[in-house]
């Protein structure tokens, strides 16, 4: 794998600036689970109610029949987005997408999950048109925060051959005062989904492959922070990532590092009017140029030939329990 120092150190410093990183979930806690690229985790801070005159007596603790921890806890979201965005690029021709997941977590520290969403345009492969993500990992503590690593693999059901791929994660996580912080690493070693198997779109286009069976890997870094807004139900949160894989397309057209080496970012904001529900907007963008990505087409593009790794701003609404 080819690095662009300059870029990568870049990525790195920022993780590295998160002197106690963490990953907050939707109900505060820590959440375990695979690398989300580009949306930062959401925060519903617990309401502070003034302390009454004569404190309640907490008749289980005092009877000694204190409600355990659950061995096992079931947990999941739904989501309505206005544009998919994987590492800053649109999976969804800058179309709206309806996704969902459900984890699975064991008190040890274990768990497992999936995670699916509708595509279009770049990133499909017939079929069903649907990612469908399967992961399963363990988080535990790490002094102050939280160490979660695990494993994702990422499928297009009913799709063409040779789409499906595996990537590792890690992440260290916890909060400094009201600012949550996470750093993290993916990486998928070499695989024939991620092969340098056309070096343009036009080759794709005509089916005929420059590197058939060419197998590659992709490294991406990333750093996440959310700052919740004192008692208020509004978080603000930011993102920072670096890609490096493959500079070419896909045995199906594709590439998840489509320009070989870039940079994507978001600055957001979440709302939480009430418990399990999530109102956010987000400025989503990446460093490539329609320079820098003009041999890729006509696939890294919308059907209307707009660029589907350009500027946009997301809305998206989730519901989670």
């Known amino acids: 794998m080819s690095f ?3 870029s990568a150190a870049a990525a790195v410093a920022l993780a590295a600036s998160f002197a106690a990183p963490a990953f907050a979930s ?3 806690a820590d959440q375990a689970g695979p690398v989300d690229e580009t949306a930062v985790p959401l925060t519903d801070e617990t309401a502070t109610f003034a302390m009454p005159a004569i404190a ?3 008749l289980a603790a005092a009877t000694g029949q204190a409600e355990e921890t659950p061995t096992i806890t079931i947990s999941g979201s739904a989501t309505l987005t206005s544009d998919y965005r994987f590492r800053g690029v649109s999976q969804t021709d800058e179309g709206m997408a309806i996704q969902g997941g459900l984890t699975v977590s064991h008190s040890s520290g274990f768990y497992v999950g999936t995670w699916a969403s509708n595509l279009a345009g770049w990133g499909t492969f ?4 649907m990612e469908l993500d399967i992961f399963a990992g363990v988080a535990f503590p790490v002094g102050g925060g939280t160490l979660d690593t695990g494993i994702t693999w990422f499928m297009y059901p009913n799709g063409a051959d040779t789409t ?3 990537e590792l994660y890690a992440k260290l996580s916890g909060t ?13 070693p070499q695989q024939e989904a991620l092969g340098k198997v056309f070096l343009t779109g036009a080759a794709a286009a005509a089916g005929l492959p420059d590197n058939p069976g060419d197998k590659e890997d992709n490294l991406y870094l990333f750093g996440d922070a959310v700052y919740a807004i004192g008692d208020s139900p509004v978080s ?5 990532g670096y890609s490096d894989g493959n500079a070419g397309l896909g045995p199906n057209g594709t590439s998840i590092a489509p320009t070989g080496t870039y940079l994507d970012w978001l600055i957001g904001a979440d709302v939480s009017p009430i418990e399990g529900l999530t109102l956010s907007v987000a400025y989503v963008d990446t460093d490539i140029s329609t320079r820098d990505s003009a041999y890729l087409l006509p696939n890294f593009a919308t059907l209307a030939g707009r660029p589907i790794a350009d500027a946009t701003v ?3 609404v989730t519901a989670a329990f």
Request: proline letters at 5%.
């Open 4 to 6: 662009r120092l300059a």
């Open 26 to 28: 939707d109900n505060g």
């Open 56 to 58: 309640p007596v907490d």
């Open 126 to 129: 017939g079929g069903t048109n």
């Open 164 to 166: 499906d791929f595996a």
């Open 176 to 188: 400094v005062g009201p600012v949550s912080l996470t750093a993290g690493v993916a990486y998928a």
């Open 236 to 240: 603000l949160k930011a993102h920072l």
């Open 314 to 316: 997301v809305f998206s």
